[in-house]
């Protein structure tokens, strides 16, 4: 545990969203084998955001999962790659949306 509060903030947080993120998805993966629901219950409260004509809502616990799971591995993949702060978020936010749009569009097909 002394190791994990010796890194910087950043990676604090890329470590805390990863691991949560997997944690979550897995859950999700197991249900999902299971036969449960395909919708996981966290409907967008936002109007204009919510296409209720499919099953895909974009203000999801699947996506933030998704975005989690981009998010979080790509930051402690790449902290040696882009040693810059700012420059590894903005590789690890890219990578989280595209995870995201990802989904949408394996969601439409």
């Known amino acids: 545990m002394n190791q994990f509060y010796g890194l910087e903030f950043a990676q604090q947080v890329f470590w805390v969203t990863a691991i949560s993120s997997t ?3 897995v859950v999700q993966t197991i249900m999902t084998f299971m036969g449960a ?3 996981d219950g966290m409907g ?3 109007e204009g955001l919510e296409d ?3 099953p895909f809502q974009l203000l999801s616990l699947r996506s933030l999962v998704n975005f989690g799971l981009g998010f979080g591995w790509t930051g402690l993949s ?3 790659v882009i040693p810059q702060t700012p ?5 690890a936010t890219a990578v989280g949306l595209a995870f995201v749009f990802g989904m949408i569009w394996m969601m439409a097909q």
């Open 78 to 80: 790449l902290r040696y």
């Open 44 to 46: 967008a409260d936002f």
């Open 37 to 39: 629901d395909a919708t």
């Open 87 to 91: 420059w590894l978020i903005l590789a």
């Open 23 to 25: 944690l979550v998805f």
């Open 52 to 54: 209720s004509s499919g």
